[in-house]
């Protein structure tokens, strides 16, 4: 997945706004660590591209491990459990669900490594899809950047919906506040 990582992770952001909206003292902080995990894996690119091995498949990088983001999202959960107020243990938390959802979203039309270290048998959205409908698969050969266009759609809408209610409540964490002390 190319260009949907980064509305992908404004969705989650959205998506878990007003559960966390007591919590988001910064909605630029919270959207912020919420994007940033969404495109952190991919920040393997930036080592592959400094070190010359841009030919490497950036999914063996260990940013691509799902047990890196595994361990992150429950370290930022056990956090967040302790800590019940804080926005520092919620902008952990969305950077490491940030990255989540990035590993699941390379996998629909990709090819990830879900258990490496340990085993390196790739798991692919493509392959399934193959598997169950494999006319479909053949004939769109691109469905994935369909999927993308989806989820752009979607975080576009978003984007709208939230900026008018902005307009009406000025501000995120106004407007989940005043609902939550509604
Ligand atoms: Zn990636």
């Not at 878990?16 to 393997?44: N, Q």
């Not at 243990?89 to 996998?107: E, N, Q, Y």
Request: hydrophobic content about 45%.
């Amino acid at each position: 997945m190319t260009f949907a990582h980064i509305p992908a992770g404004y969705i989650t952001c959205r998506l878990l706004a007003e559960a966390c909206g007591p919590r988001i003292r910064s909605e630029k902080a919270y959207l912020s660590w919420g994007v940033f995990g969404a495109v952190a894996p991919d920040l393997d690119y930036l080592y592959l591209a400094v070190t010359g091995n841009l030919q490497v498949n950036h999914h063996l990088c260990f940013t691509h491990f799902l047990l890196v983001w595994v361990a992150l999202f429950m370290a930022s959960s056990v956090w967040m459990y302790r800590d019940r107020t804080g926005q520092p243990p919620l902008s952990a938390f969305m950077f490491s669900l940030g990255g989540l959802v990035h590993i699941f979203l390379d996998t629909i039309p990709g090819r990830v490594y879900w258990l490496a270290p340990f085993n390196y048998e790739t798991f692919s959205g493509d392959n399934l899809l193959f598997s169950i409908a494999t006319e479909f698969a053949q004939t769109h050969r691109h469905w994935g950047y369909g999927v993308e266009l989806l989820i752009i759609i979607w975080a576009a809408i978003l984007f709208a919906n939230t900026g008018r209610a902005n307009r009406r409540h000025s501000g995120l964490g106004t407007a989940v506040g005043e609902r939550h002390s509604a």
